[in-house]
């Protein structure tokens, strides 16, 4: 099968997954609209090329022709659809819907990585409390700043300052957001899928203004 759904329910959270194998994007330009077309032509690799197809046809499943749009920081919506979150890992892609509150979701491939350059995106107050060492554990802290990224609201993030771990309890994380003039805590749950790392926060944001 050329393509896989499933999907993933954490209460008002909707995670959908589309996995798929190698596929020419060309044959797929008749399903999509022409702003998506003319965005797939400024892609240059062909895997990137084959995660925006696959988001898009799944998109056209959940909320038909609506248009997916962009916010001037980058993050994703559908006019009048509540909030989703999009994220690419391993010929998988994935949209999260949420009719409440925010989400900001991503998919991480599990590898050694996370774990070789974990001095590049945790402090050392975090690295005190994580398992360096843990491969699994290093992939989940990874793709816990990189959610939190996406709820952060703006650019220029320095993971290790800007987006800070708190604690950690079996798949359950608690973090913060530092902006210039507020704070934001989230909670976030990773979830094992195949070699796959999904994260999410679980509960809207507690917004703190300073």
């Known amino acids: 099968m050329l393509f896989d759904r499933k999907m993933i329910s954490l209460g008002a959270i909707e995670i959908n997954l589309i996995y798929f194998q190698d596929f020419l994007p060309e044959d797929y330009l008749h399903l999509l609209n022409e702003p998506d077309r003319k965005r797939l032509s400024s892609f240059n690799h062909i895997k990137r090329k084959r995660e925006f197809v696959a988001t898009r046809l799944m998109k056209q499943e959940i909320y038909g022709d609506k248009h997916i749009l962009y916010k001037s920081h980058g993050a994703p919506y559908i006019e009048d659809e509540g909030y989703i979150s999009i994220s690419h890992s391993l010929n998988c892609s994935a949209i999260a819907v949420c009719p409440d509150f925010a989400i900001g979701l991503d998919l991480e491939k599990r590898s050694p990585k996370a774990k070789r350059l974990n001095k590049k995106f945790l402090n050392a107050q975090e690295l005190e409390f994580l398992d360096a060492e843990n491969e699994s ?74």
């Not at 959610?147 to 220029?156: D, E, I, V």
């Open 137 to 210: 554990t290093m992939t989940e802290a990874w793709s816990c700043k990189e959610a939190m990224y996406k709820l952060a609201g703006r650019k220029k993030i320095i993971f290790k300052s800007d987006l800070l771990l708190k604690s950690k309890v079996n798949d359950c994380w608690e973090g913060e957001i530092i902006n210039l003039s507020e704070k934001f805590f989230v909670k976030l749950l990773s979830i094992p899928e195949k070699q796959m790392i999904i994260t999410i926060n679980t509960q809207g944001i507690e917004r703190i203004t300073y």
